[in-house]
């Protein structure tokens, strides 16, 4: 068996910080973690990738093809679907190691994880291939103060649940970055419980509010009666809060229960040449 995570998000949620932070997390707990970079347009991350699909395809290379002509949505979206008529050697970069951990670091277009098929595909190849995956689906905890976002923010995590059917973890970024009044309004989402979404959005005075308002109600009844859509916090800057979600995690997709834990041998002498216990 092998493990993965595949982190979606908008552009600008964290991924790729994410990334590298669970990345020195691990390291620092000797576990190996390897991450793979998706994101054909990434400029710049924090960690040196397992595999980079860039070394395929470039966003550049799809925008600048004379023929083609993509702007930016439909170039990300012709990389991946390149990605895809391109599986042997995907397979052939990732390798074929038992109890491997992986995290895939994707593109922030939002509509690939909400309605296109793609990344449905990917996750059945991976699938095939025998990882047993969770998605983390990332946005940033500055955007989900006001009442409609966060609302609007629970709809897009819905939406990717659906799409992509698989073990689902939500993630508020950049926790570390609010003030202690937007922090206090956010902790009074987090359940989230529509009542108080709804309850503060009714004291917003304003026309459009007023004319959607069943449609609003409607939609906060949605999230209620299924009851599917919980996001954790998460500062990079904390230590616990990082290892909370990682447990989470692992938990979720079962990592350990089948096999040992695989560990990087930083210092250790090989325990296998320590004689029996």
Excluded at 15 to 32: G, P, V
Excluded at 94 to 100: A, E, P, R, S
Excluded at 147 to 171: D, R
């Amino acid at each position: 068996m092998r493990y993965a995570q595949l982190v979606v998000g908008p552009a600008g949620s964290g991924k790729s910080t994410y990334c590298s932070t669970i990345l020195k997390h691990a390291m620092d707990s000797k576990r190996i973690v390897e991450v793979v970079n998706l994101d054909p347009a990434a400029e710049h991350f924090d960690y040196q990738p397992l595999v980079d699909i860039r070394e395929l395809i470039h966003l550049d290379d799809a925008m600048e093809d004379e023929e083609l002509q993509f702007g930016p949505n439909g170039g990300l979206v012709f990389c991946m679907e390149t990605l895809l008529e391109n599986c042997d050697w995907l397979e052939e970069q990732l390798g074929d190691v038992d109890d491997d951990y992986i995290l895939f670091d994707c593109p922030g277009q939002i509509e690939l994880y909400t309605h296109l098929p793609v990344i449905k595909k990917l996750v059945d190849q991976l699938e095939k291939w025998n990882f047993r995956i969770c998605v983390v689906f990332m946005i940033d905890s500055q955007f989900m103060v006001d009442g409609a976002k966060f609302l609007s923010g629970t709809m897009a995590a819905l939406s990717v649940m659906v799409n992509l059917e698989l073990p689902h973890v939500n993630i508020l970024t950049k926790m570390d970055l609010l003030s202690k009044s937007a922090r206090k309004q956010l902790d009074n989402y987090l359940d989230p419980d529509p009542h108080v979404l709804l309850a503060d959005m009714r004291n917003v005075n304003s026309r459009w509010h007023e004319k959607y308002a069943k449609l609003t109600e409607a939609i906060g009844e949605v999230i209620e009666n299924f009851s599917l859509v919980r996001f954790y916090p998460l500062n990079i800057k904390d230590e616990e809060s990082i290892d909370n979600i990682l447990i989470t995690i692992d938990n979720i997709i079962q990592f350990g229960e089948d096999a040992d834990v695989k560990v990087r041998d930083f210092d250790e002498p090989d325990p296998e040449n320590d004689g029996d216990e």
